[in-house]
């Protein structure tokens, strides 16, 4: 079954540190570029970063370009999200997709389940 | 930055309308579109892709058209399990950005 499993999430204070985590398996991983999609309470969905296949390629969105590092590990099937310098906005649900398709730019597909990041005093 | 826009943000159906939803780019996009589908609590799931091609496993009363600014979602004849939130996606260029959404609730 091909899964995505995040994990890491939690309640941190404005100013701290977190990492995601998410683990992929039924699928080759290491094939596939990822993204991180971030949802706010009760709000739509934003893309938050993107990593190519082999790690060569990395964008950011401008909110979180400069506090936010994404990273992989082909060996162990996992995608990171460091996310440093939280802030108030950052409060989410934290998804990690994969970006599947090799034409029209692609597409997010499998999804995992997400994990909830709250900043908050 | 790309802007997606849907259109309306919300609408009310009953079990067996036709709905469509439409998204508009801020510049053309081509065919880079897909569409999501969100229930309350779970994570998006790829309906469309590439504007109009029906993901595997999608039910056929989904279809998707358009190309260049202007995208449409329909669903032909609502069922039960299809009242959720639908996001359209622009993959032309980063960030790719998500409309802001069409909730459709049961009328």
């Known amino acids: 079954e091909v899964q995505l499993v995040e994990s890491g999430g939690g309640l941190v204070q404005p100013g701290g540190s977190l990492r995601l985590s998410c683990a992929a398996s039924?699928?080759?991983?290491?094939?596939?570029?990822m993204n991180w999609v971030r949802q706010a309470p009760g709000k739509g969905l934003e893309w938050v970063s993107y990593?190519?296949?082999?790690?060569?390629?990395?964008y950011y969105a401008d909110s979180v370009k400069g506090r936010f590092t994404i990273s992989r590990d082909n060996a162990k099937n996992s995608l990171y999200l460091q996310m440093n310098s939280l802030r108030d906005e950052d409060t989410a649900v934290y998804y990690c997709?994969?970006?599947?398709?090799?034409?029209?730019?692609?597409?997010?597909?499998?999804w995992g389940q997400g994990t909830l990041v709250t900043v908050s005093s | 930055d790309i802007q997606m826009t849907q259109s309306p943000s919300s609408l009310s159906a009953s079990v067996g309308d036709r709905v469509t939803i439409t998204c508009r780019a801020s510049q053309s996009i081509s065919s880079y579109l897909n569409w999501y589908q969100q229930k309350p609590g779970k994570a998006p799931k790829l309906l469309i892709y590439?504007?109009?091609s029906l993901q595997s496993g999608v039910p056929s009363r989904f279809s998707g058209s358009g190309s260049g600014t202007d995208f449409t979602l329909t669903i032909s004849s609502l069922q039960p399990g299809d009242f959720a939130t639908y996001y359209c996606?622009?993959?032309?260029?980063?960030?790719?950005?998500f409309g802001q959404g069409t909730k459709v609730e049961v009328k």
């Open positions: 996606q622009q993959t032309y260029s980063t960030p790719r950005t």
């Open positions: 997709a994969a970006n599947s398709g090799s034409y029209y730019g692609g597409w997010f597909d499998p």
């Open positions: 990593i190519s296949s082999s790690s060569s390629t990395i």
């Open positions: 590439a504007a109009s």
């Open positions: 039924g699928f080759t991983f290491s094939s596939y570029s």
